[in-house]
Every structure is written in C-alpha cells, then in structure tokens.
C-alpha cells in the first residue's frame, strides 16, 4: 500500500510544483493550507489522510485557532485541502493517468458602485476609484489572498497574490518597490 500520511502529502505537493505539474504557488497555498489544518491530526490520524472526515478536522481546527482566522479565510484553506488530497488520492491510485484538479481562476469581485473605475497598476495590485460614494476604513477580505488597503476615503488598492508564508524580507521587498513609485517629498 502507498504511503498515503500528511507528511507524503506535503512531499506530493512539492513535486507537483517541482515537476511544473502545478503552479508554484497553488502547489504553495495547498501546502501551507493541509499544513495548517492537517497540523491538528495525531501521528497515528495522519497516517492515511485520504481516509479521514474532513468536516471534522477543520472543525477541531476551527476550535484549536479559529480566532486567527475568517470564516473566508478558512472555507478556502478547507477548499485547498480538499483538492490537495483528492489530487493525492488520485495520483496515489493510479500515477500514470493523473491530471492535477486545478480550477480556473475566478477572481472575486466586490461591487463598490455602478459607476466604479478600475485601474490595473501591476499584474499583481489594482486600484478601484469609487466615484460616488467613499469606501469604509476597514473593509472585508473578498478572499484570503486579496488585501484590501484604504488609502484615502475615496481611494482602496487591492494586493492580490500575497503568498500565506510571506517572510518580512520579502514583506520589505514589496515595500521599497511600491515607495519607488511615490515622489520623493523635499
């Protein structure tokens, strides 16, 4: 029998990316999402993770740090786990006829006024401009990989792609590229 752990998982995961066979960064968030909720197993539970009910994992991960977490944030990380394990269940079956389960991307859309204005500043960040009516101070994550960031009353960017293990050298990164685009103040 294959070894079907959490621990082969994770390595799954990584060579799905290795071998091109996944994008980078699915293969990531799948893996630091099965991490994150797989964490809450027993040795002898993670033992064969295509086995297990996984309502009730992210139940008891719900309960151990739901408070770290939206109610968005963790109907994703259930979301990547499922596809990480139906993928590894699907590959552990049969290796010669896998095809990794990848859903096209379907961006979230928020809806700020009929007469918004959308401005792409990277590949990665866009600026909404509502016209009509200000946005609130705090605004809700459309999903867990989408920061919104309310600069002025009348002006919210969104960063979108932001990976779930982002190290503050690369956090610091991202900060001098954007400080690069603001005029120097003398």
Known sequence: MADRSRDALLEFLDYLAAKGLM????ASARKAASSQIL???DP???ADITALDLDQVVTRFQNLHGKKYTP???TTYKSRVKAAIDDFDSYSANPLAFRPSIQSKERAKTKISKQSVSLKVADDAEVIRPETSPRP???PLVSSNILPIPLRADLTIFIQGLPFDLTVQEARKISNVVLAMAPYDL
């Open 23 to 26: 994008a980078k960064a699915t």
């Open 39 to 41: 964490g809450v197993l």
């Open 72 to 74: 968005q944030s963790l």
């Open 44 to 46: 002898d539970e993670a």
């Open 137 to 139: 101070a705090h605004s």
